[in-house]
């Protein structure tokens, strides 16, 4: 299994960027998705995360301004970011519990990280 990221980039105070990642291999469900970021000197922290229902929860710090979402038949969740600072100059990372054809429990699996850089 692997997760693909992408979307990343370089966005003025106050733009907007989407991210996303999809999911390959042998893959026979995917339950939770989720994106993490950590930022230069700080450890990795929960972004946003989606159920297979698509029920949500948001870091308080990206609450009303990012949104999760996900395309099940296309193994793919988003993140769209609006309203971007500074402070959420990160490397960001994409996270899937996924139950594939060869393990007899669901496994997390990361994306590569995406960079997202906000000038001011």
């Known amino acids: 299994v692997q997760l693909q990221a992408s979307g990343g980039g370089l966005v003025q105070t106050g733009g907007s960027l989407r991210l996303s990642c999809a999911a390959s291999?042998?893959?026979?469900?995917?339950?939770?998705m989720g994106w993490y970021r950590r930022a230069p000197g700080k450890q990795r922290e929960l972004v946003a995360t989606?159920?297979?229902?698509?029920?949500?929860n948001y870091a308080d710090s990206v609450k009303g301004r990012f949104t999760i979402s996900r395309d099940n038949a296309e193994n793919t969740v988003y993140l769209q970011m609006n309203s971007l600072k500074p402070e959420d100059i990160a490397v960001y990372y994409c996270?899937?519990?996924?139950?594939?054809?060869?393990?007899?429990?669901?496994?997390?699996?990361w994306g590569q990280g995406t960079q997202v850089t906000v000038s001011s």
């Open positions: 291999g042998s893959i026979v469900s995917i339950s939770d």
């Open positions: 996270n899937a519990l996924v139950r594939d054809s060869f393990a007899s429990q669901p496994m997390y699996y």
């Open positions: 989606i159920t297979r229902n698509s029920i949500t």
